[in-house]
Nanobody
Framework: EVRLVESGGGLVQAGGSLRLSCTASGSIFDYDDFAIGWFRQAPGKEREGVACLNSGDGSTMYEESVKGRFTISSDNNKYTISLQMNSLKPEDTAVYYC?????????????????????WGQGTQVTVSS
């Protein structure tokens, strides 16, 4: 069993910042190289990838609309990640989900695909007001 615990969502004005965090625990400790990251889903829209990181080499990938504004990183260890979100826009409003897969799926070849990630957090609401 892999468990994902998220925190950091909230309400912020456009141009502001939020920092989301996610900690993985459980059977994930048996793996050295896995993919972990964030998807989001706005009301009435499909889920889309935001950012991801491969634990083995630290390589990252970002959705084009957040590149340069969001930064994904490992905090204290590879089982804990953060998503620093700066210059937030109303279009960033969504439920943000921490996701994980034991395979190294965070790469341009794989792309951001919901089906590639087996483990999902409960989601945390991010609301950006104008």
């Amino acid at each position: 069993e892999v468990r994902l615990v998220e925190s950091g969502g909230g309400l912020v004005q456009a141009g502001g910042s939020l920092r989301l965090s996610c900690t993985a625990s459980g059977s994930i400790f048996d793996y050295d190289d896995f993919a972990i990251g964030w998807f989001r889903q706005a009301p009435g829209k499909e889920r889309e990838g935001v950012a991801c990181l491969n634990s083995g080499d630290g390589s990252t990938m970002y959705e084009e609309s957040v590149k340069g504004r969001f930064t994904i990183s490992s905090d204290n260890n590879k089982y804990t990640i953060s998503l620093q979100m700066n210059s937030l826009k109303p279009e960033d409003t969504a439920v943000y989900y921490c996701v994980l897969d034991i395979n190294r799926v965070c790469n341009p070849m794989a792309g951001f695909k919901v089906r590639l990630y087996d483990y999902w957090g409960q989601g945390t609401q991010v609301t950006v007001s104008s």
